[in-house]
C-alpha cells in the first residue's frame, strides 16, 4: 500500500493511543522511513490536532536526539506523518528486557534524552510527555526523543488538545504542577525525566496507585523514597541530582542543558555549586583563617593555665610540708638541729648562732616555752619563743606550742651576739657560720 502516492508502507512497528507506525520506503529518495498513520476509529478531531501538532513541532527542531519529521498530509480521512525511522526500539524496551539498569548507562540515555529536550527548550517547544517508550533507540545507541504530539509550541495559549476537567499525558510521569491544572513548563519535561530515570535504577515508578487519581496526589503530596534505600551505591550527588529533578517545586529542578551537560555525573549537585563563584572568598577566607588564631589562642591559655594549676600544687605541696614540719612530723632526713642526747650538756652553746638561739630539742616539742628559761636564767637575754612574734603568712596558722618555727629570730638575738659565759664543759662554741639560716625569710628546714 502506497501512502500519498510515495510512500510504500511495510509491517508494522508498533500501534499507540492515536495511530500506528509502519515500516516505510520513500520511494523518491529510496531511504526507510518510519509512517505514522491517524487511527480510522478515533474520529476525534482533537486527534487531527495533534498531529498537526507533532509535524510543526518536529519542523522546529533539527538535533541528532530528536526524532525528525519528514512529511504531513491527508491520506483518505485521515492524516498521515512520516519521521526517521530508529530501528533499536525504546528505552521501555530495555527496561523489560534488562530490568533495573546500572547507574552509568542510565547516566548515560538520560543525558542524551536530555540534549534532546533542551534543543526543543531553545525553540520554547514542551514535550509534555516525556516516557520510556517515547525514548528510542537507534542501531548506534544514540537516544532520540520522539511524539511531539501533545507538545506545547511557542505562542500558544491553554492547551485545547482536551475536554473541561482532563489533563494530557501519562499519570506515572506527570509533573506536580500539571496534575494540579497548571500550565506545562520547561520544569515539567525534567520532572518527567527525573520520573524515567528513578525508574531505571530502580525498575518501577516513582509512585504507584491502583487509579491514575491516586498516583497524582502522590505526585502533588508524596515524597519520593530514596533509590539508595535499595541501592546504596546509588547515594550522593548522583541520588541529590535525582531528587532535584524531582522537586515539587518547578523552580527548584536543573534544567534539561544543565543534565545534559553531566550534572548526574558531577561529584555535587547542580544547585549546590551554582552559587559557589558568587559567595566562596568573602565566606571561606574568615572561615580558614580565624578559627586557626582562635585555636591558638586557646592553646596558650590552656598552657598558662595548666602552668599557675601547677604552681599551685607546687606551693600548696611545700606548705604541707612546712606545716608538717611545724607539728613536729618532720623526717629525721631534714633535722639538722641538735640531736636530743647533747641538749642537757649544751644549753646555751647556741647562743653564738643567731637563727638558733636556745632551740628546744626534738625529744621535748610541745613545751619550749618551759625548757628554755629554765636553762638559761643568766645566759644572753633571749626572750622566750612564746613571745616572739610571727611575721610571715606561711607560718601564721601555726599553734602556740610550736612558737620556734618564728621566721625572724634573728631581731631578737642581735643582744646575744655579746660575750656570754660559756660552760666548762663545752671546750668550743659553734661557729656562727656553720649553720647560715636566712634570718629575713625563714627557713623551713630549721629545727623546731
Known amino acids: 500500500m502506497f501512502v500519498a502516492k510515495r510512500y510504500r508502507l511495510g509491517s508494522s512497528l508498533g500501534r499507540g493511543g492515536m495511530g500506528e507506525v509502519f515500516r516505510g520506503t520513500d520511494e523518491q529518495l529510496r531511504r526507510e522511513v518510519a509512517v505514522k498513520l491517524l487511527l480510522?476509529?478515533?474520529?476525534?478531531?482533537?486527534?487531527?490536532?495533534?498531529?498537526?501538532?507533532?509535524?510543526?513541532?518536529?519542523?522546529?527542531?533539527?538535533?541528532?536526539?530528536?526524532?525528525?519529521?519528514?512529511?504531513?498530509?491527508?491520506?483518505?480521512?485521515?492524516?498521515?506523518?512520516?519521521?526517521?525511522?530508529?530501528?533499536g526500539g525504546s528505552v521501555a524496551d530495555e527496561l523489560t528486557e534488562h530490568g533495573p539498569l546500572s547507574k552509568?548507562?542510565?547516566?548515560?540515555?538520560?543525558?542524551?534524552?536530555?540534549?534532546?529536550?533542551?534543543?526543543?527548550?531553545?525553540?520554547?517547544?514542551?514535550?509534555?510527555?516525556?516516557?520510556?517508550?517515547?525514548l528510542l533507540i537507534s542501531t548506534d545507541g544514540t537516544i532520540k526523543v520522539a511524539d511531539f504530539g501533545i507538545a506545547h509550541l511557542p505562542g500558544e495559549g491553554a492547551s485545547t488538545l482536551t475536554g473541561t476537567g482532563q489533563i494530557i499525558g501519562s499519570a506515572q510521569y506527570l509533573a506536580p504542577e500539571r496534575a494540579q491544572g497548571g500550565q506545562a513548563g520547561k520544569p515539567a519535561d525534567v520532572y518527567a525525566l527525573g520520573c524515567v530515570l528513578y525508574q531505571l535504577v530502580t525498575g518501577r515508578p516513582v509512585f504507584t496507585g491502583e487509579h491514575p487519581t491516586a498516583i497524582l496526589y502522590q505526585h502533588v503530596d508524596a515524597e519520593p523514597v530514596p533509590p539508595s534505600l535499595e541501592r546504596p551505591e546509588l547515594a550522593g550527588a548522583f541520588e541529590q541530582v535525582l531528587l532535584q529533578m524531582l522537586a515539587k517545586d518547578p523552580a527548584d529542578r536543573p534544567t534539561a542543558a544543565e543534565i545534559e551537560a553531566g550534572a548526574l555525573s558531577a561529584t555535587t549537585p547542580v544547585a549546590a555549586t551554582a552559587p559557589l563563584p558568587v559567595t566562596a572568598v568573602p565566606v571561606t577566607e574568615p572561615v580558614v583563617t580565624r578559627p586557626a588564631t582562635s585555636q591558638a589562642q586557646r592553646d596558650r591559655r590552656m598552657t598558662l593555665i595548666a602552668g599557675a594549676i601547677a604552681l599551685v600544687a607546687t606551693a600548696g605541696a611545700v606548705l604541707a610540708v612546712v606545716l608538717l614540719n611545724d607539728n613536729g612530723t618532720k623526717p629525721p632526713a631534714t633535722d639538722l638541729g641538735p640531736q636530743p642526747g647533747a641538749t642537757s650538756s649544751t644549753p646555751t652553746s647556741q647562743p653564738t648562732t643567731p637563727s638558733t638561739t636556745t632551740a628546744p630539742t626534738r625529744s621535748e616539742p610541745t613545751q619550749p616555752s618551759q625548757s628554755t628559761p629554765s636553762q638559761t636564767p643568766s645566759q644572753s637575754p633571749t626572750p622566750t619563743p612564746s613571745a616572739t612574734p610571727t611575721s610571715t603568712p606561711s607560718t601564721s596558722p601555726t599553734p602556740s606550742n610550736t612558737p620556734s618555727s618564728s621566721p625572724t629570730p634573728s631581731t631578737r638575738s642581735t643582744p646575744s651576739t655579746s660575750p656570754s659565759p660559756t660552760p666548762s664543759n663545752t671546750p668550743s662554741s659553734t661557729p656562727p657560720t656553720t649553720t647560715p639560716t636566712p634570718t629575713a625569710q625563714g627557713n623551713p628546714l630549721a629545727p623546731n
Open 40 to 87: 480510522r476509529s478515533d474520529r476525534d478531531p482533537r486527534a487531527a490536532e495533534r498531529f498537526h501538532r507533532e509535524a510543526r513541532a518536529a519542523a522546529r527542531l533539527n538535533d541528532s536526539h530528536v526524532v525528525a519529521v519528514y512529511d504531513f498530509g491527508q491520506h483518505d480521512d485521515g492524516f498521515f506523518l512520516v519521521m526517521e525511522l530508529v530501528e
Open 104 to 134: 552509568d548507562r542510565a547516566i548515560e540515555i538520560v543525558e542524551q534524552s536530555a540534549a534532546g529536550l533542551a534543543a526543543a527548550h531553545r525553540e520554547d517547544v514542551v514535550h509534555r510527555d516525556v516516557k520510556p517508550s517515547n
